[in-house]
């Protein structure tokens, strides 16, 4: 039988581990030690001060940003060396100034002439400079401009002449990386990359065009990759806690998970052979990341109150405030360890997606007793 | 070619088309009066007090919510009458208690013996009777004890001796529905729970237990029902907005769909026939309830910042940030409509998900300019 309740806390709750947590970021640390080469965390996944300070602690130069907003978070606590990733629009870029006038050094993203022409003009109004990346599309997932096409020579040479506007650098995402299963195909698209920064980079020098940042991101390739040499910072930001997503690729094991949903069984059903959780789908999230593969988690892989995997155990069904806890295999659940009111944990599909839904994480320390508080900055 | 920025919102941004919302809500409020049986709107959709207050206002008594933060927020508010309609556990009993001292008409749900011996020991130490509902499982949809077993029996009775909890009726959850697509599945679906309704409180009433409450939810059922006697109160919620899947069920239009995510086109790909727009899966949630259905939405259908629909256009898929829109068809996109910085505005495929990633409502009033910001109650 479970421990009817480990947590004094009201439920469905967000937990991480420190321990794991810790150790995460220390793998990725060390690797991107073993590259030479510094991440710069993306913090879309954490949206958290106390974890942004850890990842800036080890081996990492500014912080990812996936909204203004956690812009604006990160430079009130102090983080100016910031790059959003997202492609700007005209509208923010008033936004961008205020940061920009506000101390940060913020680098802004864009894939077009078009936008580019847009975005300076927008700066002129708001009477700034504004620092852009572009986005080179080296393996067609995307988004991104073709680096060899004239459309990208001539956007390059239109930001060089920019009174309102300079280039920065060019980045690239391998996001075609979760399509991938073999460490091989990892291999060949982190060298892909390395090669297409590494050649876009020369080209434009030799027009006399500087590019000091030649950014890459997304997290399976950086594990796998054996030089990323050419690259001036990796970005990337789900090993901070980890996924069912992430393992199912390898990428980490499922013990390594940091990130975790607790939740109480409010409903105990042997004739559908299924247990309810109070953690539904706005509690996990909806997302369905790992379907159709042969790791599918359902909504979430199901533990005990104290983070012990339990076997074959899966969330395979989610409405708003329930989550319906079957067995992956078919199998019986194994009824009597579980009562009304016990407590369970649930490792995420997509740790970035589940975390958004809370407000803060419940920090479980190495006695396994909860020992703080960190609050997240969510929304736009 | 859109109109590059139609509202001064930073996106993506919620919106609400107050008169959409207005005729929403007035067309279930008909059909409760015409079926001569209340509504208890189920504020889990809305999650606003503004709106809640709509809602009371025509042919409803009280709210029915889906956690306790929202009860905790609509009793602030002055709304006393609520059904907290998730299976509660013991350890929430304690905060249960805290809503009923402080004034809350509070009903809770229990679905099983075990859950109401745990429930009414923490009452017990709570000091307080505890209002239960119990849930009858007419479908073999999700949760709910046989009405006409033993078990069933057994806890009412056990239920009407209990010093420290009290039963308040019986409750239904006509979630099938969401499985059917005529409407003469869905008035024989009604039927079947309003007839195990009435026989479930006549059974009760002949062995002397008052069973007042009895509470039939879902949407779809509602709008074909030709009676719902037997039944004292109405549960639904989505209609309040409405969204893409409920238009493909044929509960509504598209264009009575009041919900909206406001969005910029951020990125313009002729060759992947693609746009990208600034709202992704945070944005628009991951829900894909339309998925594998012949109204397969996408993770939305999408309008321009009128809110005019354009034809065949939908978010066929999303990253964290990014919502990446095509075809349904795989026609070519009309891309000279089109430019970085445009603003459109995403139908949700599923209203009460999308909503949940906003802190506020931007309402859009008669003349179609933005009149007001409504707060939302989020998290647990």
Chains 1, 2 share one sequence.
Request: glycine share 8%; proline share 4%.
């Amino acid at each position: 039988m479970t421990t009817p309740v480990t947590f004094d806390l009201e439920t469905p709750a967000l937990l991480v581990d420190e321990a794991k947590l810790d150790a995460n970021i220390s793998r990725l640390a060390n690797r991107a030690g073993e590259l030479g080469v510094p991440l710069r965390p993306h913090i879309k996944t954490a949206k958290s001060i106390d974890i942004a300070r850890k990842l800036l602690a080890r081996n990492a130069e500014g912080l990812t940003v996936s909204t203004l907003k956690e812009a604006d978070y990160f430079l009130e606590h102090g983080i100016t060396d910031l790059f959003y990733a997202v492609a700007l629009t005209p509208a923010k870029v008033a936004h961008v100034a205020k940061l920009l006038n506000g101390g940060a050094d913020l680098k802004c993203l864009i894939d077009s002439p078009q936008a580019a022409r847009l975005c300076a003009e927008a700066a002129e109004h708001a009477g700034i400079v504004l620092p852009l990346v572009i986005e080179i599309d080296v393996d067609g997932h995307r988004a991104g401009i073709q680096p060899k096409s004239n459309h990208f020579m001539d956007l390059c040479r239109y930001l060089h002449g920019q009174n309102h506007a300079r280039l920065c650098g060019i980045m690239s995402y391998g996001g075609h990386s979760y399509d991938l299963t073999s460490p091989d195909e990892m291999r060949a698209l982190s060298e892909q990359h390395r090669i297409a920064l590494s050649e876009t980079k020369a080209a434009l020098e030799a027009e006399g065009i500087p590019c000091p940042m030649t950014s890459f991101g997304s997290t399976p390739p950086l594990l796998w990759a054996e030089r990323f040499d050419g690259a001036s910072e990796l970005r990337a930001g789900v090993y901070t806690f980890w996924d069912a997503f992430q393992a199912g690729l390898g990428c980490c094991n499922v013990n390594d998970i940091a990130l975790s949903v607790l939740t109480t069984v409010n409903g105990i059903y042997p004739d559908k052979n299924r247990l309810i959780v109070d953690a539904g789908a706005l509690a996990l999230s909806a997302d369905r990341s790992t379907a159709g593969r042969d790791f599918d988690a359902g909504f979430g892989l199901v533990c005990d109150a104290d983070g012990n995997l339990i076997d074959d155990l899966i969330v395979e069904g989610v409405n708003q405030e329930h989550g319906l806890v079957s067995t992956k295999s078919g199998a019986p659940i194994v009824f009597e360890d579980f009562s009304i009111g016990a407590q369970l944990r649930i490792l995420p599909n997509h740790a970035c997606m589940t975390a958004a839904a809370y407000q803060a994480y419940n920090i479980i320390g190495a006695d396994g007793s909860i020992t703080g508080q960190w609050p997240r900055i969510n929304h736009w």
